[in-house]
């Protein structure tokens, strides 16, 4: 797994919001929000490195790439196949 910055990460809910065992949902417009808290606009074909807060100074942290949602019944327009096993990364 390449080791990217937690400030080059968007948010990604690993835990509640996978849809499939590598699908998870990332929003309902175009855009995501980034560690730093700015916004990025995505679509389909981009890759993105994901993070979830832990607490504690600990986080989750995948990849993948950006899909049209495949689920009609579920709010996202974007979701995620994860191409990375989910590591936990602490803060130091």
């Not at 797994?1 to 937690?6: C, D, H, N, R, T």
Request: aromatic share 12%.
């Amino acid at each position: 797994m390449k080791s990217v910055p937690l400030a080059a990460r968007v948010y990604a809910d690993l835990d509640n919001e996978r849809l499939a065992r590598h699908i998870v949902g990332l929003t309902q417009t175009d855009t995501v929000r980034r560690f730093d808290g700015s916004t990025q606009t995505i679509g389909n074909g981009d890759y993105l490195y994901l993070y979830m807060d832990c607490g504690d100074g600990e986080y989750c942290v995948s990849a993948g790439i950006v899909i049209a949602s495949p689920f009609p019944t579920r709010p996202y327009k974007w979701c995620c196949v994860l191409d990375e096993d989910i590591r936990y990364w602490q803060d130091d």
